[in-house]
């Protein structure tokens, strides 16, 4: 069969979809130097390169299998809605919504905070605004809260030079660096670290333990496969399965994960060896170890250039989480039930993210360190949940290498539960989210239970031609509601029968059978399906709806909007049990 036309205007090559999602993964160099300083201290190489192991045997596998079963976008939540239908999903998928929430907001606090310390660190910085971090940050989430308010819209062509020149800088910064390197820079750093991890083993294990601090460094990934629609695909795609543009997917991830593998080992060896330990938890170099790097070996002209690249891509990298807020929350909560229906509105929810933002940034003091462990749990917890989709996924399909993902599993539970009991901030974050969440979801089911559910009808060629009758004919339009699960053809006949003899229909008058079936009585609202199939015995609606009552009763209306008649609707009629 030859495939679909297949339009790709509005598209792009991956590697400029990669400069959109970079923007949040690439920024965290930013930061995550220093912060990997503090947390693992003379470890943070070594600690880096399990980082860049577990992105690249870990990671990337699980995000490149939730490309391949999502490539319109949906991501890992939009796999674990579809492979845990009911109220358990449902409730898994709100836990994963909590912490993914954790990891946007943070997302826009702490580079707002980070850019923040790269202006009041530069030295061109005006002297009145020292010691007013928290009210700097406060501006710059202001100032994106604005844009959005006021309707901004992501642009390829903005995010291809930051992230690319972005990069530059850090390549030209690191290679300068390492280039200062000598024999007893790595002897001397080497001889601390055996004095305090003698034994292989105790080495190995301290390692294991420090990596998880440091997963803040691999943000990004679930926005690589939320932007797959704006990949180019092939002439081979179809809306169905988009083959070139799952594959330009996995050439964006690998390409993610090997680019930050490179940077996060040459970060963590220049900071470790050429900056002091005592100036690691400086002001200097708090959140900001690469730009102290550029401004000691480049001069002070580099050094502004690269904090003025530095705050722009951080900027841009809370665009982007805040960008990924407005998408997530329309899409799902609604659609639960879970939110009234003007939270698919985008100026009520900038409004409601930038407040949330405002908070977080006041009770964190806008400190960087401080809120990095509460990012590492929202971005780990989103990681879990997609190596859970993926495990899924593998064990219904039952294809080799199944296995793989059942293994991986554990790993991302251990890196997460590790994070967690060191820094419970991202936990008590996400709780917040949470709670709030279910509160609003219990008080907006509640006020929506009277709404009828169905957001519109999608009918088949029999049941079109059902409706085209119903038009036509002059007899007034009769339905009956029928439970599909009970009963055989006999029974419509039966049924028919007795219904006409007690409200008198005339025997040419046609009827209409209507079944609704529920298939996740927790799905709040839907685009109903309606199948028509005529026996012998009778004509007969088939709705794949949310809840038969509102169902039915959107059905009426409909009915009553296509032919410009009131439709008539029979249920029982006799004491007698009716199928």
């Known amino acids: 069969m030859k495939p679909e036309p297949h339009t790709e205007e509005g598209r792009y090559p991956w590697w400029q979809v990669l400069c959109l999602t970079g923007v949040d993964l690439f920024s965290s160099l930013g930061y995550q130097p220093g912060i990997a300083l503090l947390a693992a201290g003379f470890l943070s190489p070594l600690a880096n390169l399990a980082l860049v192991l577990f992105g690249l045997l870990a990671v990337y596998p699980v995000y490149r299998r939730v490309a391949e079963e999502s490539p319109h976008g949906e991501g890992s939540i939009g796999l674990l809605t579809r492979l845990l239908p009911g109220w358990r999903g449902k409730l ?207 001069g002070e002209g580099f050094g502004g250039l690269y904090d003025l690249f ?136 509640t006020l929506r239970s009277f709404e009828l559910r169905v957001e519109g009808f999608q009918l088949d060629e029999m049941a079109e031609r059902f409706v085209s009758e119903m038009t036509a004919q002059e007899a007034p339009i009769r339905l009956v509601a029928h439970r599909p699960e009970r009963g055989r053809r006999w029974v419509y006949w039966e049924k028919e029968l007795r219904i006409r003899e007690a409200t008198h229909i005339p025997p040419g008058d046609p009827i209409y059978f209507v079944e609704v079936f529920v298939q996740d009585p927790s799905e709040f609202t839907t685009r109903a399906r309606v199948w028509g199939v005529e026996h012998p015995e009778a004509r007969v609606f088939r709705i794949l709806g949310t809840a038969a009552p509102n169902t039915l009763a959107a059905f009426l209306l409909y009915l009553r909007d296509r032919t410009g008649r009131k439709p008539h609707i029979y249920f029982q009629w006799s004491d007698k049990k009716s199928p």
């Open 310 to 445: 530095s705050i722009v891509i951080l900027w841009f990298a809370g665009a982007s989480a805040m960008a990924g807020l407005l998408t997530i929350v329309p899409r799902y909560l609604p659609r639960f039930g879970m939110a009234p229906e003007w939270a698919r509105r985008r100026r009520p929810m900038v409004l409601f993210f930038t407040g949330v933002a405002f908070a977080l940034t006041l009770i964190f003091r806008a400190e960087v360190e401080a809120q990095a462990a509460a990012y590492a749990t929202g971005v780990l917890v989103v990681m879990t949940s997609a190596a859970l989709a993926a495990t899924l996924v593998a064990a219904q399909e039952k294809k080799p290498g199944g296995d793989y993902y059942r293994f991986l599993l554990p790993v991302f539970l251990y890196v997460l539960v590790a994070n967690v009991l060191e820094r419970p901030d991202g936990v008590k974050i996400a709780a917040f989210f949470i709670a709030a969440t279910l509160f609003f979801s219990l008080l907006s089911r």
């Open 92 to 298: 898994l998928v709100l836990v994963v919504l909590g912490f993914m929430a954790t990891d946007f907001v943070l997302t826009i606090t702490l580079s707002a905070a980070d850019a923040a310390v790269h202006f009041l660190g530069n030295p061109l910085a005006p002297a009145w605004l020292q010691g007013h971090q928290v009210g700097l940050t406060l501006f710059l989430v202001g100032l994106l809260g604005l844009v959005f308010y006021l309707g901004f819209r992501e642009a390829i062509r903005l995010a291809v030079p930051i992230a690319l020149g972005y990069l530059s800088l850090n390549a030209v910064i690191l290679l300068a660096a390492l280039s200062h390197l000598r024999p007893e820079h790595l002897e001397g750093w080497w001889r601390r670290l055996l004095a305090s991890h003698p034994d292989p083993m105790g080495l190995l294990l301290a390692i294991a333990l420090a990596f998880p601090k440091l997963a803040l460094g691999l943000s990004g990934y679930e926005t690589g496969v939320s932007v797959m629609p704006l990949i180019r695909g092939g002439p081979q795609d179809t809306p169905a399965r988009p083959v070139g543009r799952i594959r330009g997917a996995h050439r964006l991830l690998l390409a993610a994960a090997l680019v930050m593998g490179v940077f996060l080992l040459g970060a963590g060896f220049a900071t470790t060896l050429l900056i002091p330990p005592a100036l690691w938890s400086s002001e200097e170099v708090s959140g900001r170890a690469l730009s102290f790097l550029a401004h000691r070996y480049l």
